[in-house]
């Protein structure tokens, strides 16, 4: 059986790569584009740790074939901060300590991140609700929480 082609845009940029038919998007981002950010927790997508934007919506993507991609865009958190800056989110994370060993970070931030486009002035009722598919052991939530609404306050008041 042969490898379909993929071509797809990852973090603003063009990519090609092969993949098995049953390759996940994790597997693909993570084996053959070399993004590791992501990870792989549970493989069922109950846990969080690899969620990426796919065209603007947030997905697990290790329950989305790699083939799926073909012609969409997909945003990693190898894509978040821009030009050696962190990206708000990022930065507030660091300054909540809302994180400790790093295995779930990735997924949080982009989970984050979805929720901010989606909705710039969240209550943290929303964000919580937004959140409630990443698991974290290390953290408890409310740093997170924390975290999620000071970088969305500083990004609407950056818009402005």
């Known amino acids: 059986m042969s490898k379909p082609h993929i071509s797809a845009i990852v973090n603003g940029d063009p990519v090609e790569f092969l993949a098995d038919p049953g390759m996940t998007l994790l597997d693909a981002l993570r084996d053959e584009l070399s993004l590791t950010g992501s990870k792989e927790g549970c493989g069922s997508g109950d846990c969080g740790a690899c969620s990426v934007i796919v065209d603007g919506r947030l997905v697990c993507s290790c329950l989305m074939l790699a083939a799926e991609a073909e012609g969409r865009r997909v945003d990693t958190i190898e894509g978040l901060a821009q030009g050696g800056r962190l990206h708000p989110l990022q930065q507030k994370f660091l300054e ?10 990735p997924g949080l931030l982009m989970a984050a991140k979805a929720l901010l486009d989606a909705n710039p002035d969240p209550t943290e009722t929303e964000a919580r609700y937004w959140l409630a598919g990443n698991l974290c052991r290390c953290t408890g939530y409310d740093k997170v929480i924390r975290a999620v609404m000071d ?6 008041q950056v818009k402005v």
């Open 151 to 156: 970088a969305a306050a500083e990004l609407r």
């Open 96 to 105: 909540h300590a809302a994180l400790q060993c790093g295995f779930c970070t």
